[in-house]
């Protein structure tokens, strides 16, 4: 587990000796510093090669269920979507998200995946409703909606995670177009031209019967957080039940998957 070190006062040179030292992610402040380090390097490492007597020691704060690691929130763009801070100047075209645990910080790869895959559907032809299964911090959904997507439902069985999703959603003035529902997609009916679902595979292939059924009339199915060594097992779930491959892209080891509704 990544450890934060903050050192009082810092010199230039001591950030090149940090990212030689394997430093997760680096920031000046001020006069002052502050890292990520990998559990490999102890404190007493960092002291050593730095030079300096002691360095402040405080759990690091992991994003996207402590599978990224950075100081800060700062600015990415994906696409035609920027995502900044909520704490950052607001931008017109930019989504705001809290600073938070819960998944979807949009660093992720999958989560960046799936964000082209929304960005590319919407240019083509803009759904009039988008379904996001397993929500999280609502990025997905809330991208769809600053992509001129008219109303989004968000689902997801975490609590906190709607919590946040509804935080994000007031936050860009969106809360009026984002319903949200606890529970899968077997906690609503009816059918949608795009559904999103950004969670691990086996939950994929195991909700892949009702999943398919929120599908509507040639519709699409943008599907994300799949390891690209069961990607053909992911696949070959929706394909068996009438949805055709439109296309998959791949980063970093993880794939996402577009479908296509056969009906």
């Known amino acids: 587990m990544p ?29 002052g510093m502050a890292a990520l380090m990998p559990d490999s390097v102890t404190p007493e490492q960092v002291t050593q090669a730095l030079g300096i007597p002691n360095v402040a020691v405080s759990p690091a704060i992991g ?17 035609r979507l920027r995502i900044i801070p909520a704490h950052s100047d607001v931008e017109s075209d930019a989504l705001r998200l809290v600073d938070t645990t819960a ?4 660093l992720h790869p999958t989560t960046a995946l799936c964000l082209e895959a929304l960005d590319e ?7 009039n409703a ?3 299964v397993g929500i999280g911090s609502g990025v997905l959904a809330l991208a769809a909606l600053t ?8 689902l997801d069985i975490d609590d ?3 919590r946040v999703a509804g935080e994000n959603a007031r936050l860009n003035g969106m809360d009026g177009r984002l319903q949200l529902t606890r529970g899968g997609p077997d906690a609503v009916s009816g059918t949608w031209p795009l559904v999103l679902a950004n969670i691990l595979a086996a939950p994929l292939i195991e909700m892949a019967p009702t999943l398919v059924r929120r599908i509507g009339h040639h519709g699409q199915l943008v599907l994300s957080g799949i390891p690209a060594s069961v990607e053909q097992n992911v696949d070959e779930a929706y394909q068996r039940l009438g949805l055709r491959r439109v296309r998959a892209v791949s980063r970093e080891g993880w794939v996402a998957l577009v479908l296509r509704a056969s009906w």
């Open 3 to 31: 450890y934060r070190i903050d050192i009082r006062h810092a010199g230039s040179d001591l950030f090149d000796r940090l990212i030689e030292l394997g430093a997760i992610d680096a920031e000046l402040a001020g006069e």
């Open 63 to 79: 994003r996207d269920e402590d599978s990224v690691w950075i100081l800060s929130q700062r600015p990415i763009r994906i696409g």
């Open 103 to 106: 998944f979807g910080t949009g």
């Open 121 to 127: 559907a919407v240019q083509h032809d803009t759904p």
């Open 130 to 132: 988008v379904l996001d």
């Open 147 to 154: 992509l001129g997507v008219p109303r989004a439902l968000g």
């Open 160 to 162: 906190d995670a709607l």
